[in-house]
């Protein structure tokens, strides 16, 4: 019988389970975030999904109902996630693809169009991008003695 050794390590042990729970935390935070006044402007002009929400987080990041629930549901996963070094490593590197496909959709649809249903701004293209990166990165650097565990 075989064992995965990286599932037999506690909850957030590792440093890649670390990662995983601290960017679960963040995300989710964020989620929240944009749906609370004075942390959020415009919170009364929150749409579903479109690029005319006039939503800002911080002031900066434009915002949806839709962006805010699936940063909410990307850190709740990051948290399910951290329970083994495995999944906290396919947390990291798929997850910071999908912020780079972000980045690059972001770069490719006009702000104004009613393709950009997440909504995107040039804020959030390059936070996608440096997250795109960094996830990617400390899912391959700090997960890379997951990889060679399983037996």
């Known amino acids: ?83 083994t070094a495995s999944a906290a490593r396919s947390y990291l590197i798929v997850g910071g693809i999908v912020y780079a496909v972000l980045f690059i959709y972001g770069l490719f649809v006009p702000h104004d169009s009613a393709a950009n249903f997440v909504p995107l701004n040039s804020a959030d293209n390059w936070l996608h991008l440096v997250l795109a990166v960094a996830m990617i990165a400390l899912g391959f650097l700090l997960g890379r003695n997951t990889a060679r565990r399983h037996v």
């Open 1 to 83: 019988m075989s064992h995965r050794t990286t599932d037999r390590v506690g909850y957030a042990e590792t440093p890649v389970q670390k990662a995983a729970l601290i960017l679960g935390v963040v995300f989710l935070l964020v989620g929240i975030a944009g749906f609370i006044p004075g942390i959020t402007s415009g919170v009364d002009q929150l749409e579903f999904a479109s690029h005319t929400s006039e939503a800002m987080l911080l002031g900066i990041f434009q915002v949806s109902i839709l962006h805010n629930l699936v940063h909410a549901l990307y850190g709740v996963a990051g948290l399910a996630m951290a329970r």
